[in-house]
């Protein structure tokens, strides 16, 4: 079955950074545009970074502009996240997700679902 599990996340001071990684299985990996996405304590989940099949277009929420960018290794079926300068508002669990043949951009066409990775920034 397709399991899509998220790793790299953890507790950081507010200015450091962290890489998320996502390994996908189960799925042509190289089909599925990859999003991320982030849901905070009594929040929605919202969009942060998607990529496309290929990686040759990324998408960026306006608070991931210039901080974070997402990349994918398709011969590793892997999709990261590196989140430069975090913030305390950044503080949620963030989810990878596999969309075939969209953007990664967004939530409601997503096929797959991680069951997702805590980051906390402390201030």
């Known amino acids: 079955q397709v399991q899509l599990v998220e790793s790299g996340g953890g507790l950081v001071q507010a200015g450091g950074s962290l890489r998320l990684s996502c390994a996908a299985s189960?799925?042509?990996?190289?089909?599925?545009?990859m999003g991320w996405f982030r849901q905070a304590p009594g929040k929605e989940r919202e969009f942060v970074a998607g990529?496309?099949?290929?990686?040759?277009?990324?998408y960026y929420a306006d608070s991931a502009k210039g901080r974070f960018t997402i990349s994918r290794d398709n011969a590793k079926n892997t999709v990261y996240l590196q989140m430069n300068s975090l913030k305390p508002e950044d503080t949620a669990v963030y989810y990878c997700?596999?969309?075939?043949?969209?953007?990664?951009?967004?939530?409601?066409?997503?096929?797959?679902w991680g069951k997702g990775t805590p980051v906390t920034v402390s201030s």
């Open positions: 990529i496309s099949v290929s990686g040759g277009n990324t």
């Open positions: 997700a596999a969309d075939y043949y969209g953007s990664g951009r967004l939530g409601s066409r997503m096929d797959y």
């Open positions: 189960g799925l042509t990996f190289s089909s599925y545009a």
